[in-house]
């Protein structure tokens, strides 16, 4: 009979570096400094959110408006990734594309930011702040007395990771040797399998979708 074998799950899987979810602390943010207004102001983003962000004067000329690849009137630390477009002339949404798992983001408008007439934006002390969800994988999947000779195991997280990563952290385990047997990753029409251990060779894909399922 064979004897039962268990996944271990590196926590280094990621797309990025992933930061670890950070303390509950009073928030010290002035999302309507100097009337900018932000909305929503506070709480959780993530891939696809938007920010709408909304100035008391004019910023740009109409000739901004829907014009894509505008430089945002804010900066994030640590890094937001998205793409912002101007609604009007005194209104902008910035769309969000990735965030840092487990971070809290903090905006802050860009140093010497100028209205459309060139005065410079009076607004001090402004800021927002959001987190993110911190980095997870689950797995229905729970022990086995026996497996196939290709045992598959269906895994998802909930941010994208990069394959040749997950044949490098995740493996599947002896539970009385020790001994580690490695995983081949395949990608077929966003779907992942992870497959082990009798398949030799890594098949190298691109990153995963997000929500996508494995198997190994």
Same mark, same amino acid.
């Given at each position: ?9 590196? #926590? %280094? *899987? ?6 670890? =979810? ?6 010290? !943010?002035? &999302?309507? @400094?100097?009337? #900018? %207004? *932000? ?6 983003? =993530? ?6 962000? !909304?100035? &008391?004067? @004019? ?158």
């Amino acid at each position: 009979m064979r004897r039962a074998i268990f996944i271990l799950i590196s #926590v %280094l *899987i990621a797309a990025g570096n992933l930061h670890a =979810a950070p303390k509950e602390t009073k928030s010290n !943010t002035k &999302p309507d @400094a100097g009337g #900018v %207004l *932000i909305e929503p102001s506070e709480g959780e983003i =993530a891939a696809g959110a938007e920010l709408t962000i !909304t100035f &008391p004067n @004019a910023m740009v000329g109409t000739d901004k408006i829907d014009m894509s690849g505008q430089p945002s009137p804010f900066v994030s630390e640590p890094k937001i990734e998205g793409g912002f477009l101007w609604k009007s002339q005194t209104e902008g949404v910035f769309t969000v594309k990735a965030v840092v798992a487990g971070a809290k983001h903090r905006l802050t408008l860009v140093r010497d930011l100028k209205d459309a007439s060139g005065k410079r934006v009076d607004a001090p002390g402004w800021s927002a702040e959001f987190s993110a969800a911190p980095f997870s994988i689950t797995s229905d999947f729970t022990e086995h007395e026996q497996l196939d000779s290709q045992p598959q195991i269906p895994l998802d997280s909930n941010y994208n990771v990069r394959l040749t990563e997950v044949a490098e952290h995740v493996y599947f385990q002896d539970r009385d040797s020790r001994q580690r047997f490695p995983v081949d990753v395949i990608l077929r029409a966003n779907r992942c399998r992870w497959i082990a251990p009798t398949i030799s060779s890594l098949t190298d894909c691109s990153t995963r979708k997000v929500g996508a399922r494995c198997r190994i």
